[in-house]
């Protein structure tokens, strides 16, 4: 929440009345009508339906248990193993499809059908049974985007260990914070990734986070760049030397629905990232239901989710999804500007993509580079469109309705959180009538509400609090190790435990419209929404005054066309230290080597002293306002009136950073 207290509520800004029905001939061949939504009025029989997508080893007693809630339980009493729904109820019949089409970053290719991923994960899976790994034991993962790592995680959950991937762009630091915080006995790492054409050394990066990663006993490293690395004897393992031998077949282990499958990391409002916990059975049905419906996928159709499976939507959309449902992937390597900035029209051509599910960041750089790159390419085989991530604002949904989807296909802008697991609210394709830049309605069994300050509904027409007021089966169990944690920060806003009423506060404003639709507003807490990504203020101002010059920093996240947002950085100095360019760039760099290179600041102004409210609090509100260059609001609680003139000047001198 902001420092000032107050949270007004959020007031309903603007209105687009452009409306988009869904074209007839897709309508026509849709995989459901509208009666889905009428049907999933009843819950759990609509859960208990789509459950017959997951491969289960015994049936549940209860489709949910919410006597514990917060703490959901779906599916009790089943048991399954995940990569049997994703692998072996496929190979039978469908062996020979194509399960991921892989591009590498400089043009190379490889193809694996779900009966070589099948043979891959057992062979992975008997590795690293032999290296120590069973069921329980946590495995991280630190990988660039190579077959091995989607290999790596089915591995894992075949002996029902619980994999955590950290994003290959975290730093060395951020790596040996999750291993830690997870336990992980084995790291499983790559000697690098290529991005752009050049290296990403991620065991190097590694082996310094493993310096201070007491529990891991062994380290899996895949050869993908041929890069010269340091194994550690008796420690560091080459993939291609403990996994090639081994046996092809595996017998996965059988886990309980609730047995956790995976911690992912994401950023809260405190420095210490969330380990957001998931589950197996409903994580399955919740991932595989929504992928069904909101890309309406057929057998034939080749679909594409540009997203690094670092993040959730790879987690849930490249990976359990698309498989447990049988679907054809292109999984990419790259970066969308090499060796061209044609890469993704390129792609699309050359695999016939119709299924393209990618970023709005992503979006608006496509229409600054201009409609020439798409242009040189027959993108016909498109027929659905997806944004995912952040909102989509009406220029960039217009030019990708446009230009990419040549105003044939319906676009599918999708909200949902690491935490939700699966996505939410977003159209059905052929059914729902789309708005430029409304993520539109709640999905058939799920339930979301528009919530005031005092925790009443607001009418249509309003805006406020997005919540949701029913459990759903994908949603996260818990924080790793942080039960109270997790019931405070999603549960306690709203929620009426007297009343035995459960409401997920999800973080973010949303307005609805007249006919209910959602629009969704950004981040209503001090996590900020980098292209897509989420991080915390305060993670970023520890690493600011983690450098030895800076004695106090304050971050906002300020809007940015290309970006959506950019960090911008408040900083007041030590003694002597002088803020000069050298400087600016000498913690910029600090910032990338504590996080991650995107968390690294766009720009940095240095100022004697940070507003402040009397009683201390860093007035970050006042900091956007000047950051996005607006009337300054309410200023009656600052202390130190005179800062603001002066920061408002120095803030319009600053320049942003260019980044890659
Ligand atoms: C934002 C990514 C508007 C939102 C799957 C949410 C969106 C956060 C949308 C979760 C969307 C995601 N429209 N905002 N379609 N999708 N967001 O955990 O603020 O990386 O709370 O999950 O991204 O980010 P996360």
Known sequence: MSD?????????????????PPPPEFAAQANCDESIYEEAKDRDAFWTKQAERVAWRKRWDQVLDWSDAPFAKWFTGATLNITESCLDQHVAERGDKVAYH???????????????????????????????????????????????????????????????????????DSLRDRINDAEA???????????????????EMADVSLAETPSIEKVLVVRRTGSDVNMVEGRDVWWHDVVSGQS???????????????????????????????????????TATT?????????DDVYWCTADIGWVTGHSYIVYGPLINGATSVMFEGVPQHPDKDRFWDIVEKYKVSILYTAPTAIRTFVKWGDEYPGKHDLSSLRLLGTVGEPINPEAW?????????????????????????ILIAPL?????????????????????????????????????????????????TLYKEPDRFKEVYWSRFSKPDENKWVYFAGDGAKRDEEGYLWLLGRVDDVMNISGHRISTLEVESALVDHPAVAEAAVVGRADDRTGQAIAAFCTLKGTAVGDENLIKEIRDHVADKIGK???????????????????????????????????????????????????????QAKAAEDD
């Open 4 to 20: 000032e207290g107050s949270n007004p509520t959020i007031s309903a800004l603007f209105s687009e009345d452009r409306k988009f």
């Open 102 to 172: 892989w591009e590498g970053d400089g043009g190379e290719t490889r193809t694996l059908t779900y009966q070589e991923l099948h043979e891959e994960v057992c062979k992975a899976a008997n590795a690293l049974a032999a290296l120590g790994v069973t069921k329980g034991d946590r495995v991280a993962i630190y990988m660039g985007m190579v077959p091995e790592l989607p290999v790596a995680m089915l591995a894992c959950a075949r002996l029902g260990a619980v994999h955590g991937v950290v994003f290959g762009g975290f730093s060395s």
């Open 185 to 203: 006995k084995m790291l499983i790492t790559c000697d690098g990734s290529y991005r752009a054409g050049s290296v990403v050394p991620l065991k």
């Open 248 to 286: 092809s077949e595996h017998e996965a282990v059988e886990m309980d629905a609730e047995d956790m499958l995976f911690i992912l990391y994401t950023s809260g409002t405190t420095a210490k990232p969330k380990g957001i916990v998931h589950t197996t059975g409903g994580y399955a049905v919740g």
């Open 291 to 299: 992928h069904y419906y909101v890309f309406d996928l057929k057998p």
């Open 398 to 422: 217009m030019w990708y309705h446009r230009v990419i989807g040549g105003e044939r296909c319906p676009i599918v802008d999708t909200w949902w959180q690491t935490e939700t697991g699966m």
């Open 429 to 477: 394709p052929g059914v729902t009538a789309t708005k430029p830049s409304s993520a539109t309605l709640p999905l058939p069994g799920v339930a979301a509400d528009i919530f005031d300050d005092a925790g009443n509904s607001v009418p249509f027409g309003g805006g406020g609090y997005l919540t949701l007021t029913e459990p759903w089966p994908a949603m996260l169990r």
């Open 598 to 652: 995107i968390a690294r600041p766009a720009s940095i102004v240095f100022t004697p002293e940070l507003p402040k409210t009397r009683s201390g609090k860093i007035m970050r509100r006042l900091l956007k306002d000047i950051s996005e260059k607006r009337q300054l609001g309410d200023v009656t609680t600052l202390a130190n009136e005179g800062v603001v003139s002066e920061l408002s000047d120095l803030a319009s």
